[in-house]
């Protein structure tokens, strides 16, 4: 094959491995990764296209070598910024072939292993964090950047901070941070705590929620005395319903302990939907029950079936925090609290692509390359930045 890259340091830092099983197969795949990864790829198959764009499949012709008078039919896949798979006849002599071209082409060789051990660290964690997405919603998120797009804005921070454009630095860092709550619940899921006193509802709002029979419902006070969490989505985001003991003097030493288990909670959710009985109204309970939670709350008035409720109870300055009139047997006002849960966690919800940091490590190192960059000290920041990369060299010059 003519028309290859040297053999230069550059191409030497692309590496290329036979990643499924070494015996005769139906289809053997071949990944490449690196700085000159695509263009290796361009030049060893015949492509009708003027660019390979990331997550498009393509079909292709492989020249196995000049002696051959028929060629190769190869499917490609660009899988991120500077990784692409070739997908061929699963033959140990077709794979072998293909892998000694794409060498030849300036590839170094690796094992399946060392493919793995030597992949973007951000992909890597991508790749676990979706397999254990619970969501079609989180999983596409976690997929972009999966296909590159965080390692993109990494580089780009990265450019900026070499040319110590600090201003612009700060601009990209704040935006990276934006997504932070957002980005580390994908494969976590948003706790949503439901409190207040007993027989106000909450096992009853779990069975609403959910649509099923969860939570064992008995109309004396004090049924719940632990704790029961759920998993469930909602909007299509993952999150866990933690049905509380009914907080108020307790009676014996197991309910005071149940109670303690609920407060607790209060203080790990994302958000708390704090229950008031509709004829009963808001008490000492309900405004202890508000001091402890977090910012997200809303409050519920249940049984409104029964009788009007009693806004008159609650003090002036919360009437300003979201609230939703519910029966939760017969199912008013459920779609209501839904969707004001859906709005207090998920407020934005970012455009397909952006690129959004999942785990707590890539956040921590963001935040602390902002407080470097507010600090003048760009080389501060660059060095926290590049350790989160994909690689020393940056993805962005070979994007054809």
């Known amino acids: 094959m003519s028309g290859h890259p040297s053999n230069s340091a550059e191409a030497s830092d692309t590496i290329a491995a036979l990643i499924t099983a070494p015996l005769p197969a139906g289809i053997a795949t071949i990944g490449i990764r690196g700085p000159t990864a695509v263009s290796i790829v361009r030049s060893c198959v015949q492509i009708?296209?003027?660019?390979?764009?990331?997550?498009?499949?393509?079909?292709?012709?492989?020249?196995?070598?000049?002696?051959?008078p028929t060629a190769e039919q190869v499917v490609v896949c660009r899988t991120g910024p500077a990784e692409v798979e070739i997908h061929c006849h699963g033959g140990p002599a077709i794979s072998r072939r293909v892998l000694l071209g794409l060498i030849h082409a300036g590839c170094r060789s690796v094992s399946a292993s060392q493919w793995s051990t030597e992949a973007c660290p951000i992909r890597r964690a991508a790749e676990s964090d979706l397999l254990a997405s619970t969501t079609d919603r989180a999983a596409a998120v976690l997929l972009d950047q999966?296909?590159?797009?965080?390692?993109?804005?990494?580089?780009?921070?990265?450019?900026?901070?070499?040319?110590?454009?600090?201003p612009q630095a700060d601009s990209m860092l704040t935006e990276l941070l934006k997504w932070a709550d957002f980005g580390l619940h994908l494969s976590r899921p948003w706790r949503i705590v439901l409190a207040g006193p007993p027989n106000v509802g909450k096992s009853s709002l779990t069975n609403a929620i959910l649509g099923s029979q969860r939570a064992i419902v008995h109309e004396q006070p004090g049924t719940t005395r632990d704790w029961t969490e759920t998993l469930t989505a909602i909007d299509g985001w993952p999150v866990s319903i933690t049905d509380t003991a009914g907080i108020r003097l307790a009676k014996d030493e197991i309910e005071r302990q149940g109670i303690e288990l609920a407060t607790a909670q209060l203080q790990r959710a994302d958000l708390v939907v704090i229950m008031v009985d509709a004829q009963v109204g808001w008490t000492e309970v309900h405004a202890r029950l508000l001091q402890q939670a977090p910012r997200r709350r809303i409050i519920a008035w249940n049984k409104c079936d029964l009788m009007e409720a009693n806004y008159d109870s609650l003090p002036s300055d919360l009437k300003l925090?979201?609230?939703v009139r519910l029966s939760c047997v017969n199912g008013i006002g459920i779609e209501s609290l839904i969707r004001l849960i859906a709005e207090g966690l998920v407020p934005e919800i970012p455009q397909p692509g952006v690129a959004i940091a999942f785990r707590e490590s890539q956040v921590r190192q963001l935040r602390l390359a902002l407080r470097a960059v507010h600090d003048q000290s760009p080389e501060v920041a660059l060095s926290g930045i590049q350790s989160l990369r994909c690689g020393p060299t940056q993805y962005g010059d070979d994007q054809h």
């Open 321 to 323: 925090v979201p609230s």
């Open 146 to 166: 999966l296909n590159g797009s965080l390692s993109v804005a990494l580089d780009r921070l990265v450019a900026a901070l070499r040319s110590n454009l600090l």
């Open 48 to 68: 009708n296209t003027s660019q390979l764009q990331t997550g498009r499949i393509y079909y292709g012709r492989w020249l196995l070598d000049s002696s051959q």
